[in-house]
């Protein structure tokens, strides 16, 4: 076999392997993403039930960097305590060699009996939980299979002159073999496929009994490396978590590389086997490690808030507050996210219209800028929720969740909307009010404000209608889209008498006035569009508001004319 061929087939194994595990991961995550996620916090009792929680929950997800994720994200927004948060990635580390340990076994008859099941399953069900759980058992099988493959791909590796040079060079730099490890779980994002990797390595004897310990305990520090790298641009709270995790990893790792040549013989009397070593020693690694930090999980906790200490920074408007990339392998839970970022992004936009007419009444240049700085926080959000929209498009929604996402896609861009006609429109409009010093008259300002506190009254209801997608709410907002188009010609009727009265203030301020008038309309008519697919959705609509035309044969003859015989 040429060499080219021999790294191809390895190559192609190991990609096999990491699509088995994200398979089983993210079929996990969609079937019982909010089931796990309160186990996480059903067990965060105290340190213990939190360590037991996360063996199970590792053991389950087969990928302690997914939990460190789901942890980062429950530390960030306070929902955790650090100390426990770290007792459950402590957990979570010796869960992901569970994993290892079933994989490590000759299972290769499980293998098509897994991916059969797993297609059958998904191809005979239509329900969404059936087949991700099918998605998982087609996973499992693909590792297994994978592991199969690549220990054939890797048999020829033992005669290879230039890869076995380059494990020569290794051999006895301990610390550089734990530096390509640590740089390769990283790269790959799985210290289970590295594992597993290194274990078809030394049951071919590719590499010695020491050199695959040191491997392991670079497998084990770039699993713990890659989701603290991954929460590089979180905020502190949520990169405190990994940062426990990499330090623990770190130290037992370090501790451990001067007594590779003991460690070998102790496990070799549990089991002589040379595939069985790296997986044991990864085994007996995370239990050292649970064993000697758990009781000290507050004193890392305490040390890793001195290394990344809290910095106060201001309150960003424009920052999403809810859109957690931890949980888009779950649609269901990432459309809520999206939902609940939406109504914030209304929140703002509501902000924006309440201080239009406190600039119109108040002739403040001042609260122009910061309508204007308040669309521009609006315009960032926006932005956030819609590339966040797109990355859950990416994953595989059922029908119901194609609907929710497109009804969040469509209001959040009418929001946006609103929030460009206030600062476009209407405060180009006030500026140039203030410029001039006009002044609206009584009974117009009186209008407005009456106008302006409708449109205000159903934007609220609008946010209420895409919460509960209510029908009968559907349909009063619908109906306001009536009543406000008869309000602005009442209004613009109220208007023209004060102009034919030779009013100089309804006069220097028409344009102004017919134009606020017209803009804040617009903006209703944005608010109403929520209401839409839930009327249509539930049949409550009709086709057009045009009456039918008469029957030109049932309408009656011309005058003068008789109508034919028949």
């Not at 609940?340 to 209304?346: A, D, I, K």
């Not at 909307?417 to 002044?439: P, T």
Request: charged letters at 20%.
């Amino acid at each position: 076999m040429h060499g080219a061929e021999i790294v191809l087939n390895v190559i192609g194994s190991v990609a096999l392997l990491l699509w088995g595990v994200r398979m089983v991961r993210t079929g996990l995550t969609r079937a019982f993403g909010a089931t796990l996620r309160q186990a996480i916090a059903a067990c965060s009792r105290n340190r213990f039930t939190a360590f037991l929680g996360g063996i199970a929950i590792t053991g389950l997800l087969q990928s302690s960097t997914a939990t460190a994720l789901l942890l980062s994200s429950f530390a960030g927004r306070g929902l955790i305590p650090l100390s426990i948060a770290f007792a459950v990635m402590l957990g979570a580390d010796v869960g992901t060699t569970l994993a290892a340990q079933v994989l490590s076994f000759d299972l290769g008859w499980v293998s098509p009996l897994m991916i059969a099941v797993g297609v059958i399953g998904f191809l005979s069900s239509d329900a969404d939980k059936s087949r991700h759980v099918a998605r998982v058992a087609i996973g499992l099988g693909l590792m297994l299979l994978s592991l199969k493959l690549l220990t054939l791909a890797a048999a020829p590796l033992r005669t290879a002159h230039s890869f076995v040079a380059v494990l020569e060079g290794l051999q006895n730099e301990y610390l550089l073999a734990a530096i390509v490890a640590t740089a390769a779980t990283w790269f790959v994002h799985s210290s289970l496929s590295v594992v597993l990797l290194i274990m078809s390595f030394a049951g071919s004897g590719i590499v010695g009994p020491q050199l695959a310990l040191a491997l392991v305990i670079g497998a084990n520090i770039g699993g713990a490396l890659a989701p603290y790298m991954a929460q590089s641009g979180a905020d502190v709270e949520a990169r405190r978590v990994p940062l426990a995790n990499l330090l623990t990893r770190g130290i037992v790792g370090v501790a451990l590389l001067p007594f590779l040549g003991p460690i070998v013989q102790w496990l070799s009397m549990i089991d002589g086997s040379a595939a069985r070593l790296p997986i044991n020693f990864h085994t007996a690694f995370n239990l050292v490690a649970a064993f000697v930090f758990l009781p000290f999980t507050d004193v890392i906790a305490s040390l890793c808030r001195r290394l990344l200490p809290a910095k106060p920074v201001a309150a960003d408007p424009g920052k999403p507050r809810h859109l957690d990339p931890n949980v888009l392998d779950s649609p269901a839970e990432a459309l809520g996210c999206a939902a609940r970022e939406t109504l914030n992004l209304g929140d703002r936009v509501a902000d924006m219209l309440r201080q239009t007419m406190d600039v119109f009444e108040r002739n403040d240049q001042r609260l122009v800028k910061s309508v204007e700085n308040a669309d521009d926080a609006v315009d960032r959000l926006h932005e956030a929720i819609k590339l966040y929209l797109i990355q859950v498009s990416r994953a595989e929604l059922s029908e119901e969740e194609s609907k929710r996402y497109v009804e969040i896609l469509s209001f959040t861009m009418n929001l946006e909307h609103v929030g460009d006609i206030v600062d476009k429109n209407l405060m180009e409009l006030a500026s140039k009010k203030i410029k001039n010093r006009y002044a609206f008259s009584p009974e117009g300002l009186a209008e407005l404000k009456q106008f302006h506190g409708r449109v205000i009254e159903n934007l609220r209801l609008a946010l209420n209608v895409f919460t509960t997608r209510d029908i009968t709410l559907a349909r009063r907002l619908i109906a306001e889209k009536t009543a406000m188009r008869e309000a602005e010609a009442k209004s613009a009727e109220s208007h023209f008498a004060r102009l034919r009265e030779g009013r100089t203030a309804s006069i220097e301020t028409s344009s102004i006035h017919m134009d606020v008038i017209r803009d804040l309309k617009r903006i209703n008519g944005h608010l109403t569009s929520v209401a839409y697919p839930i009327l249509e959705a539930a049949g409550e609509l009709t086709d057009t508001r045009l009456k039918p035309l008469p029957d030109p044969a049932s309408a009656p003859p011309p005058t003068g004319e008789t109508a034919p015989s028949t």
